[in-house]
Antibody, heavy 117, light 110 residues
Framework: DVQLVESGGGLVQPGGSLRLSCAAS????????LHWVRQAPGKGLVWVSR????????TYADSVKGRFTISRDNAKNTLYLQMNSLRAEDTAVYYC??????????WGLGTLVTVSS | QSALTQPPSVSGSPGQSVTISCTGT?????????VSWYQQHPGKAPKLMIY???KRPSGVPDRFSGSKSGNTASLTISGLQAEDEADYYC??????????FGGGTKLTVL
C-alpha cells in the first residue's frame, strides 16, 4: 500500500527555520513527482511546491519562493521541505502528496507548523 | 497564482443532486485536461474523487461525476448521502509546473 508520513512540524518563532520530512513507501519512489500542499487553520488547501523524480526540477508558489526549498533523497525514499524566514502566515498543516499525471493521488496525514512568538 | 473560485457552501437533501462549480481562467482550468476534485472531512487528509476532469478513481461511487466547459469545471454529486457532507476542493494544473486549488466548498446534507 502507498504510504506517506510527514514529520518535523512544530512551533517556531517568526524568522526561524524548520525542515519537514515525508517518508514514502509502497511505490517506486524515484519515478514519481511529489508535492507539498498546506492548509492554514480553518482555511483551504494551497499548493506549495513540486519536485520531479530525480530532484533536478522544482517549482514553487509565489508566496514561498526564495524562502522554501523542496528536495528529495531517493536512496531514503524521503521528501523534504526546508522552510526559512518563516512568517505567521506560514502557519498550517503541511501535506505531502504523490503526483500521478498532474494529479495528487495519495496524501499523507499532514504535520502542523505553527509560527508564533 | 490566484485561487480558483468556488461557492463557499452548497446544500441538498438526501437523495437529491448538487453541483459545485469551479471557475478559473484560460491559463488554468480552461487550458488544462488535469482538473481534479478532492473531498475532505474535518481533521482528515483530502481524498481524490475525480481526476482528468471526468475520471473516477477506483472505489469512488459513480454518484460523483465531473465535467468542464470553458474556464469552469463542475462536480456533481447525485443521490446525496449523509456521508457526503464534507469540504470539496477543485485543483487544476496551471502551466509551468504549477498548480492551483479552489477556495473550497462546504457541502451540507440537510
Amino acid at each position: 500500500d502507498v504510504q506517506l508520513v510527514e514529520s518535523g512540524g512544530g512551533l517556531v518563532q517568526p524568522g526561524g527555520s524548520l525542515r519537514l520530512s515525508c517518508a514514502a513507501s509502497g511505490f517506486a519512489f524515484n519515478t514519481y513527482w511529489l508535492h507539498w500542499v498546506r492548509q492554514a487553520p480553518g482555511k483551504g488547501l494551497v499548493w506549495v511546491s513540486r519536485i520531479n523524480g530525480d530532484g533536478t526540477s522544482t517549482t514553487y508558489a509565489d508566496s514561498v519562493k526564495g524562502r522554501f526549498t523542496i528536495s528529495r533523497d531517493n536512496a531514503k525514499n524521503t521528501l523534504y521541505l526546508q522552510m526559512n524566514s518563516l512568517r505567521a502566515e506560514d502557519t498550517a498543516v503541511y501535506y505531502c502528496a504523490r503526483d500521478k499525471y498532474y494529479t495528487s493521488d495519495y496524501w499523507g496525514l499532514g504535520t502542523l507548523v505553527t509560527v508564533s512568538s | 497564482q490566484s485561487a480558483l473560485t468556488q461557492p463557499p457552501s452548497v446544500s441538498g437533501s438526501p437523495g437529491q443532486s448538487v453541483t459545485i462549480s469551479c471557475t478559473g481562467t484560460s491559463s488554468d482550468v480552461g487550458a488544462s485536461d488535469y482538473v481534479s476534485w478532492y473531498q475532505q472531512h474535518p481533521g482528515k487528509a483530502p481524498k481524490l474523487m475525480i481526476y482528468d476532469v471526468t475520471k473516477r478513481p477506483s472505489g469512488v461511487p459513480d454518484r460523483f461525476s465531473g465535467s468542464k466547459s470553458g474556464n469552469t469545471a463542475s462536480l456533481t454529486i447525485s443521490g446525496l448521502q449523509a456521508e457526503d457532507e464534507a469540504d470539496y476542493y477543485c485543483y487544476s494544473y496551471a502551466g509551468s509546473y504549477t498548480w492551483v486549488f479552489g477556495g473550497g466548498t462546504k457541502l451540507t446534507v440537510l
